[in-house]
């Protein structure tokens, strides 16, 4: 079966400062979904990667899949508080399938 | 467009007890997932319905729940007895059936079986 293994578990950063997330996956991904989740809320979509070597930004995130569709990454540049959460990767086999997802990141900002 | 919802979004049971939950869907998404989230461990998926179908019921835990979605509307999930390990947070999320699109998530159900 498939699994997602995301690093770091957690990470702290200073304010303005720029992080990477990590997401890696045991089998050819068909699909690759970034959520984040704060405290008492649904996981929030970010963005959907498929093509190999495909990158997407929104704002200040940028997330990308590698040429061999098994690792992406989730790129924070000037982190601000509003970042503060945790990020989750998400695995898809099928166009409909469900989500496998890693164990996700928390992401705390230092002011 | 009001979002996926869900109800309630805590519940506290006594062993043994019976909990329902409720997913309203993002109006017209045919596709209806529930997943949940227990104590330090990943999200893990539960079932998969298409309309008022199980697609995929390959996650859930036991025949102490169960899922149903009449009409191809909203969803309910029962457990019955609950058990300690039951305890989590329950997602459901919802996806239109047209082209690869994103699956909306609701804020959960926190589940605590006592």
């Known amino acids: 079966s498939q699994e997602l293994e995301q690093s770091p578990q957690s990470l702290i950063v200073q304010e303005g400062k720029n992080l990477t997330i990590n997401c890696t996956s045991s089998k050819t991904l068909y699909g690759l979904y970034w959520y984040k989740q704060k405290y008492g809320e649904g996981l929030i979509f970010l963005m959907m990667l498929q093509k190999g070597g495909e990158e997407k930004s929104h704002e200040k995130i940028t997330a990308k899949l590698d040429e061999k569709k098994q690792q992406s990454s989730l790129h924070i540049t000037a982190s601000q508080p509003s970042h503060a959460g945790i990020y989750l990767c998400?695995?898809?086999?099928?166009?409909?399938?469900?989500?496998?997802f890693g164990s996700g990141t928390r992401l705390s900002i230092r002011p | 467009e009001a979002g996926v919802t869900q109800f309630p979004s805590h519940s506290v049971i006594e062993k043994g007890q019976t909990v329902t939950l409720r997913c309203d869907p993002i109006s017209g998404h045919d596709n209806l997932y529930w997943y949940r989230r227990v104590m330090g461990k990943e999200i893990k998926f539960l079932l998969h319905?298409?309309?008022?179908?199980?697609?995929?019921e390959s996650g859930m835990p036991n025949n102490r729940f169960l899922a149903e979605r009449t009409g191809g509307t909203y969803s309910t999930l029962k457990v019955q007895p609950a058990e300690l390990e039951d305890s989590g947070v329950y997602f459901c999320?919802?996806?239109?059936?047209?082209?690869?699109?994103?699956?909306?998530f609701g804020p959960g159900t926190r589940l605590t079986v006592t």
């Open positions: 319905f298409v309309k008022e179908s199980k697609q995929d």
């Open positions: 998400g695995a898809v086999g099928g166009e409909y399938s469900k989500i496998i």
């Open positions: 999320a919802s996806r239109s059936t047209k082209g690869v699109s994103e699956q909306y």
